[in-house]
């Protein structure tokens, strides 16, 4: 099911972005992991397409990859993405498709990766519909829950 909350995004903007950042972090409605993209890459190490735990700031960000991926410093352009729309029309609609270019010219297994994890985030963003909607620790319900007196 696609979002229809009637946001609009700029998709000239939104494919200089994904073919410019040297990193991507995108935030979904229904779970609080990301989808990091640091399409980097040397001799060494490969582009990285992974999902990650959310941070408070930046800099903890920073300090993440400095750990995670030490041969390379910070990233020059760093594009936090607050996607308002569903991981499956990201993934459906080949939004990333500059960003899949952009990694294909390096390396096959970079391009797997970005669909392998799409294909997990959609698997998530369906689990936390069910959440929603039945309500857990993280979501309020209405109804009260079967396991409570």
């Not at 040297?22 to 989808?35: E, P, Q």
């Not at 041969?71 to 594009?79: I, S």
């Amino acid at each position: 099911m696609y979002s229809e909350n009637g946001i609009r995004i700029d998709m000239e903007e939104f494919a200089k972005t994904l073919r410019e950042a040297d990193l991507l972090v995108f935030n979904f409605l229904t779970f609080s992991d990301r989808m990091l993209i640091d399409p980097r890459w040397t001799e060494i190490d490969g582009p990285l397409v992974a999902i990650v735990a959310p941070v408070q700031t930046p800099q903890e960000r920073f300090a993440w990859l400095g750990k995670n991926r030490p041969g390379f410093g910070p990233p020059e352009g760093f594009a936090f993405v607050p996607w308002p729309h569903s991981v499956r029309m990201l993934r459906d609609a080949d939004m990333l498709a500059p960003m899949r270019s952009r990694l294909g010219q390096v390396s096959d297994e970079a391009g797997t990766a970005l669909q392998q994890v799409l294909d997990n985030l959609v698997d998530r963003e369906m689990q936390g519909i069910r959440d929603i909607i039945r309500g857990n620790e993280e979501w309020m319900t209405l109804w009260p829950r079967e396991d409570q007196d």
